[in-house]
């Protein structure tokens, strides 16, 4: 009987046993299942987490572009040739008569920038509006007709101006963006968008019977209509590269805008001293992106400017310059658009001599020029 008895007493133990590892192992199931499930909740919400982020930081970039031209439209200004414009795109005046164009505020003493087109020649007189929509009397201090381009002063202060950018470093593909007054008072300050299409872009333009040339400019695809003329073309950080002066009108998609760099001494000038003393050589030239339009030059070359003409009783007139010679360098510093040969003497004064390096034939030489005023 009590061998019996330890029988039964090894078999109730081991059965308990194999219930424990039994009740054992299928907690160590579930609990395992449980880890699994929160460690998949867990991905899911990291993912989550991350596509939220992903979303707030594309929203950010974009209202961080929208914050960047609200702050530009600002320093944007409308110009007209008249006084009483009247408020409505029906009226019966043309934008060609009201002078109806754009400008940008460069100074906060009242500097404008624009174009000659839009202003007026130098001592012209014009009409700035604000942002603020406040008018004031512009006179117009600078300007030049080749370049398209006229600094205009109105009588304010404080006002709030753009930042200049590096327009000689723009590539082909970069997104811009224009801001202008494209037809009238109801579509002030519109934004287009577009890229740079080239860079150096030269034009033939063709008005009452004659025709002239502009250089280097900048093509872009943003849209941009008459009204738009004088307005800044800006990167997405908000810096002024151009300013917006003509569009193809036989085409969509082809508009120009003169390169910034090419004032920016002038634009300093009027800021430290109220004043710009133009110094001049005295000719008419072309860089090698004009040439192939003028029938009337058989000539190639790969460098430098050409010079086409020498003005008469002009500072080059008085030395042994001669029409036909390629001008290399300024100063020693090499030059091969008009606009880079415009922002070397704009940084000279009336009375200042500089050397020439030119190439006549095949003849290499260099000719000193005493500089005169405009």
Request: net charge negative.
């Amino acid at each position: 009987m009590k061998i019996k008895g330890n029988r039964g007493k090894k078999f109730f133990l081991v059965t308990v046993s194999v219930m424990f590892l039994w009740i054992f192992g299928v907690y160590l199931y579930i609990t395992y299942k449980k880890i699994d499930v929160q460690t998949n909740y867990n991905t899911q919400r990291l993912q989550s987490t991350n596509m939220v982020q992903t979303v707030e930081k594309v929203e950010e970039k974009s209202n961080t572009i929208a914050d960047t031209i609200e702050n530009v439209t600002q320093s944007v200004v409308g110009i007209s040739k008249l006084k009483n414009t009247g408020s409505s795109i029906f009226s019966n005046n043309t934008e060609k008569e009201l002078g109806l164009g754009t400008g940008v505020i460069i100074s906060e003493n009242g500097y404008i920038l624009s174009n000659s087109h839009v202003t007026g020649e130098k001592h012209s007189v014009c009409y700035v509006t604000l942002d603020t929509g406040v008018t004031y009397d512009g006179k117009v201090v600078w300007a030049d007709s080749n370049l398209d381009l006229s600094i205009t002063k109105i009588n304010a202060k404080e006002l709030k101006r753009v930042n200049l950018g590096d327009s000689s470093l723009i590539r082909a593909g970069e997104t811009v963006y224009a801001i202008g007054n494209p037809i009238g008072f109801e579509f002030r300050r519109t934004v287009t968008s577009g890229i740079v299409s080239a860079t150096n872009r030269t034009i033939k333009i063709e008005e009452n019977e004659t025709q002239s040339y502009m250089s280097d400019l900048i093509q872009t695809d943003a849209t941009i209509n008459p009204g738009n003329s004088g307005g800044p073309l800006i990167l997405a950080n908000g810096d002024v590269i151009g300013i917006n002066t003509v569009k193809i009108s036989s085409a969509e998609g082809i508009g120009f805008a003169v390169p910034i760099n090419v004032i920016k001494k002038i634009i300093e000038s009027f800021e430290e001293t109220d004043n710009f003393d133009e110094a001049y050589i005295g000719i008419y030239a072309y860089d090698k992106e004009v040439i192939p339009y003028l029938s009337t030059f058989a000539t190639t070359f790969d460098k430098g400017v050409y010079v086409a003409q020498i003005t008469p009783n002009g500072p080059a007139s008085k030395t042994d310059l001669k029409e036909g010679d390629i001008i290399n360098t300024i100063e020693g510093e090499e030059i091969n658009t008009m606009n880079e040969l415009r922002e070397l003497i704009y940084t000279k004064k009336p009375g200042d001599i500089v050397r020439l390096g030119i190439t006549r034939g095949k003849v290499n030489k260099n000719i000193d020029v005493t500089l005169g005023q405009r």
